[in-house]
């Protein structure tokens, strides 16, 4: 074993987060030193910013490694996801990069 041990780390997530946004938009822009993740609830004719997150792009990696770890294993229980097709109409939600 090595000679450092692990440390615990106790979270609380408080009851303002713990009980979730919905989002049905994601915009995503960068810098060399950051990723600049805003998830936003469009309801024509306007939307609103829910939450942003703001990582480097080495943490960002790991994020996305896990959520595809984490997509597989959902369907490999429960089946395929089959991708949203795009919403038609003037105004266009869904998730967007930059």
Request: no cysteine; hydrophobic share 35%; glycine share 6%.
């Amino acid at each position: 074993m090595s000679n450092q041990q692990q440390q615990q780390v106790q979270i609380k997530i408080p009851d303002e987060i713990l009980k979730g946004v919905y989002a049905n938009s994601m915009q995503i822009s960068h810098t060399q030193e950051e990723f600049v993740i805003d998830y936003m609830n469009l309801y024509p004719p306007q939307g609103i910013v829910n939450s942003r997150i703001i990582v480097s792009p080495g943490h960002l990696k790991r994020m996305i490694s896990a959520l595809e770890e984490n997509l597989k294993k959902y369907e490999d229980q429960f089946g395929e996801i089959k991708v949203a097709q795009k919403p038609s109409g003037e105004q266009e939600m869904g998730f967007k990069a930059e």
